[in-house]
T-cell receptor, first 115, second 112 residues
């Protein structure tokens, strides 16, 4: 089975632009979470979606938004990009046995560079 | 709030040496504890986990025991290999919700 996939792999944007990152969960997984990993640090939780509803939100500004589609794939959107948004953005999916109980499996990430 | 503290790296070892990476946590209740590994240029891979006190997680020769009395989850391996070179992250998850709280990561470098 395919693991969690993310696109694009790398992305370069300039300050003030908008970006959309995409994630496809493992087949059968209904929960998707997004994390931001700044170079040299541990990942920080941004959002969790389960069954297309937002179930959790980390301490990030309103410039960050996300949604989950009927096929459980997800998009992370970031508006008005700042230099500090440069990071590896990780998507994780977890199974459908119950929200909050399953192991999260991570994708390879999207490396965003803001110039 | 919840937090995870790991020993700072890099940790540099010779092949076949014993490895310990310290991890302590602060959280209310009874979180689940995890070790994830990140190889260069890749995402995170689950290495092992423990869901309650005194549980021992193990995988690929790595072990960690959930110690509630010391709020610790130290990672150990008896004999490291060059292929173990990576960044290791300790994390916790409260049982209500799926959000992971990560430590800052510890880089391990194993020399032949």
């Amino acid at each position: 089975d395919a693991g969690v996939t993310q696109s694009p792999t790398h992305l370069i944007k300039t300050r003030g632009q908008h970006v959309t990152l995409r994630c496809s969960p493992i087949s059968g997984h209904k929960s998707v979470s997004w994390y931001q990993q700044v170079l040299g640090q541990g990942p920080q939780f941004i959002f969790q979606y389960y069954e297309k509803e937002e179930r959790g939100r980390g301490n990030f500004p309103d410039r960050f938004s996300a949604r989950q589609f009927p096929n459980y794939s997800s998009e992370l959107n970031v508006n008005a990009l700042l230099l500090g948004d440069s990071a590896l953005y990780l998507c994780a999916s977890s199974g459908d046995r119950g929200w909050g109980t399953d192991t999260q499996y991570f994708g390879p990430g999207t490396r965003l560079t803001v110039l | 709030g919840d937090s995870v503290t790991q020993m700072e790296g890099p940790v540099t070892l010779s092949e076949e040496a014993f490895l310990t990476i310290n991890c302590t946590y602060t959280a209310t209740g009874y979180p689940s504890l995890f070790w994830y590994v990140q190889y260069p240029g890749e995402g995170l891979q689950l290495l092992l986990k423990a869901t309650k006190a005194d549980d021992k997680g193990s995988n690929k020769g790595f072990e960690a025991t959930y110690r509630k009395e010391t709020t610790s989850f130290h990672l150990e391996k008896g004999s490291v290999q060059v292929s173990d070179s990576a960044v290791y992250f300790c994390a916790l998850r409260k049982n209500a919700g799926n959000m992971l709280t990560f430590g800052g990561g510890t880089r391990l470098m194993v020399k032949p």
